[in-house]
């Protein structure tokens, strides 16, 4: 969507880090998540931060929020070949059914 | 029951056909939606269904009529499709407005049209 902007392609190496960086336009955005999608597949909710906050991690992922620049980012620690998929960054607001969707980054991870 | 479950998986339709895709989910979310997916590019809403009322139509074709039965089920039914309607059709819920927990997607029904 034209609110929220992703880079498309990363290639990253097994076992290494992987960050995968999203802008967002609307300052009243309430919550903003990370999708993945692998082929053929629906989409699958990865995480989610609420805008008050600056950090959330769980597990692998890690989920940094500079709300002053509208710029989310999720790193994946430990880059394996099961997180070869692309990766879509969404945000909505409050009281509102939509979520306004990024391009999607696609992720190879390289052995 | 964490899912939200989707038939058919595959769909191929001619363009004078009329077929209807089906959504179930059975954790008690009172919002459903349909989207629209084309390959390597991100949803698109098509409908949402709060409380089993339509509340929103993103001025989608009249060829798609969306219908809600019960709070559990969701329809989409599909007349005189064109070509360019295939692509990969997804249905998710959310409790309410998907603040939180955004959406929990099905796996998608994909369809093509010849």
């Known amino acids: ?111 | 029951d964490t899912e939200v479950t989707q038939t058919p998986k595959h769909l191929v339709m001619g363009m004078t056909n009329k077929k209807s895709l089906k959504c179930e989910q059975h954790m008690g979310h009172r919002a459903m939606y349909w989207y629209k997916q084309k390959a390597k590019k991100p949803p698109e809403l098509m409908f949402v269904y709060s409380y089993e009322k339509l509340s929103i139509n993103e001025s989608v074709p009249s060829r798609f009529s969306p219908e809600c039965p019960n709070s559990s089920l969701l329809n989409l039914h599909l007349h005189a499709l064109q070509p360019e309607d295939s692509a990969l059709y997804l249905c998710a819920s959310s409790p309410g407005t998907p603040i939180g927990n955004g959406y929990t997607f099905g796996s998608g029904t994909r369809l093509t049209v010849v």
């Open chain 1, 1 to 111: 969507g034209e609110d929220v902007e992703q880079s498309l392609f990363l290639s990253v190496r097994e076992g290494d880090s992987s960050v995968i960086n999203c802008t967002y336009t609307d300052s009243s955005s309430t919550y903003l998540y990370w999708y993945k999608q692998e082929p053929g597949a629906g989409l699958q909710l990865l995480t989610y931060i609420f805008s008050n906050m600056d950090m959330k991690q769980d597990q692998r992922l890690t989920v940094l929020l500079n709300k002053k620049d509208k710029h989310l980012s999720l790193r994946i620690a430990d880059t394996q070949t099961g997180d070869s998929a692309i990766y879509f960054c969404a945000e909505s607001q409050s009281n509102d059914y939509k979520l306004s969707f990024g391009a999607g980054t696609t992720v190879t991870v390289r052995a």
